[in-house]
C-alpha cells in the first residue's frame, strides 16, 4: 500500500517537526507518520487538512498510514498553546499553503557575448 500511497494522497502529509510544548510532549512517536485521515474523513491535499483542522469539533483524532493508536488533539488545547508556542519560537506564520515557484536553472551564456 504504501509505494502507491500517492494514489489516494497526492499531497503526502508527514509529521517531520513537532516543537516541544506541555501539549504535544506525547507526540513523539508520530514523528515521520503520514496523516491518512482526520475525524473519519480522508485527507488528500494540504488545504484540505487546513480545512479541516479549521472546523468546529470537539477533539481531532488524526489517523495516520499504518499500524498503531491514531494522535489525538483538543482544540481547545491548541487555541490555548498556539501563541505560547508562536512566541518561544518565533513563527511568524503558521501555515504556508501557496506553491513555491520552482528555481530556474541558470541561462547559459550566449555564444555571441564576450565574456
Do not use: C, W
Not at 14 to 28: Q, S
Amino acid at each position: 500500500m504504501i509505494d502507491q500511497i500517492y494514489l489516494e494522497h497526492p499531497d503526502v502529509i508527514v509529521l517531520t517537526n513537532i516543537l516541544p510544548d506541555p501539549i504535544n510532549t506525547y507526540l513523539a512517536p508520530y514523528r515521520g507518520g503520514i496523516v491518512d485521515s482526520i475525524n473519519g474523513k480522508k485527507i488528500h491535499t494540504l488545504d484540505e487538512l487546513s480545512q479541516t483542522l479549521a472546523e468546529p469539533a470537539e477533539r481531532f483524532v488524526i489517523d495516520m498510514i499504518g499500524d498503531g493508536p491514531p494522535l489525538v488533539l483538543d482544540p481547545k488545547q491548541i487555541e490555548a498553546a498556539r501563541e505560547r508556542i508562536q512566541q518561544r519560537y518565533n513563527v511568524v506564520r503558521e501555515q504556508n499553503l501557496q506553491e513555491q515557484p520552482t528555481a530556474k536553472p541558470p541561462e547559459a551564456p550566449d555564444s555571441k557575448t564576450k565574456i
